[in-house]
């Protein structure tokens, strides 16, 4: 069950206040978040998270079950509208805002200020309709990778859910983190989009392309792939390189010299614009590839797996026991630092998180 849902359907599926409830992530991080948001809640049972999640269930010597697909029940009407009011309490107490459209609108057109719009619904039900401008964001993700969701410090937020207790849910977490939040009241009475979130992109620079057919033909190429590094390692241009865009300055250190660069990416967007900034550090000739690493297999290219790298290799978060000799000292090393967190709030001024 997705973290946000658990406020919304832990009453359906436990009614019985003396039913024990047990939250498990792979760690910690959600376990907490939804254990705590369950007491918050006003839920009456006794609410647990398991320590260290899967990672301490693995290093006590349990096995893990594979290949369930079990998936929470529908919520009826009472027990939703119980859990909406419970949410909603949570969220005044954590000073969350709510608006209307009108609101909205006022919001959106503050160019002074970046506002993100998340739906904080599943993504099944954001796929069946969602409000025009809203970004699909289930809100326990939300909550965990803000990072990677809003990256812009200091911008605005607001939380989108037909149910209510979702949002508000989100939202108490988020206004913690000492995130401007607001809540939106209405706005699935209107037009609904249908499908996938779509983000929207700046223009592309107009740079010096090679098609794969072109680029096939080449062999005096330096190929740069800065598509994200996971990727890469399952499959990439024979013999090309993995950079990040924003550390291309360290590329030039290491890559062969006095030959031409092309760049690709998954689809190619972020080559070209990963090209224009490394021609500005070089007098290479640089290229990006159209249509990125995709047009190349298109064509009939192979790829190979591996990883040899020009940058640093910091763009995706790894478990800490991926890549390692000893995954059960690195699991152990990871939950050492978590447990560390708390302190290092207490020397840090800066944080701004706060508990309801």
């Known amino acids: 069950m997705p973290g946000a849902e658990l406020v919304l359907r832990a009453r359906e599926i ?7 409830i047990i939250v498990n992530c792979a ?3 959600r376990s907490i978040i939804g254990a705590q948001s369950l007491i918050n809640a006003g839920l009456p049972n006794k609410v647990y998270a398991l320590r260290n999640g899967t990672i301490g269930w693995t290093l006590a010597g349990q096995s893990l079950e594979h290949g369930r697909d079990g998936r929470f029940p529908p919520t009826s009407p009472d027990r939703e509208a119980e859990a909406r009011q419970a949410a909603r309490a949570v969220s005044y107490r954590a000073g969350v805002k709510h608006i209307d459209t009108r609101t909205l609108d006022i919001l959106d057109r503050d160019e002074r200020r970046t506002l993100y719009r998340f739906d904080v619904r599943t993504p099944e039900e954001y796929a069946t309709g969602h409000i025009p401008g809203f970004r699909s964001a289930p809100g326990g993700q939300l909550v965990q990778e803000t990072d990677v969701f809003a990256p ?4 605005r937020i607001v939380l989108a859910d037909d149910k209510g207790a979702r949002a508000d849910m989100s939202a108490s977490w988020l206004a913690q983190m000492g995130w401007e939040v607001y809540v939106l009241d209405g706005g699935f009475d209107g037009v609904l989009e249908r499908g996938s979130w779509c983000p929207t992109r700046p223009p592309l620079p107009d740079v010096p392309t090679l098609t794969a057919g072109e680029f096939a033909a080449r062999g005096d190429l330096v190929v740069i792939d800065v598509g994200p590094s996971a990727q890469h390692r399952k499959g990439h241009i024979p013999g090309a390189w993995f950079g990040v865009r924003a550390s ?5 250190i290491v890559l062969p010299e006095g030959l031409d660069v092309v760049f690709t990416s ?29 047009a190349w297999v298109a064509a009939g290219g192979a790829l190979e797996p591996g990883l040899q790298a020009a940058t640093f290799v910091d763009d995706i978060y790894r478990r800490p026991y991926e890549g390692t000799d000893n995954a059960a000292e690195a699991m152990q090393a990871y939950l050492d630092w978590e447990y560390g967190l708390v302190d290092q709030l207490a020397r840090d001024g800066s944080h701004g998180f706060y508990v309801i």
Do not use: K, M, N, Y
């Open 152 to 155: 812009v410090r200091g911008a």
């Open 14 to 20: 436990a009614p019985d206040p003396s039913t024990t």
């Open 248 to 252: 291309l300055a360290q590329a030039l």
């Open 27 to 29: 760690g910690r991080t």
């Open 266 to 294: 998954p689809d190619g967007d972020l080559a070209r614009l990963a090209a224009v900034d490394f021609a500005g550090l070089t007098e290479r000739r640089v290229f990006a590839l159209e249509g990125g690493t995709a």
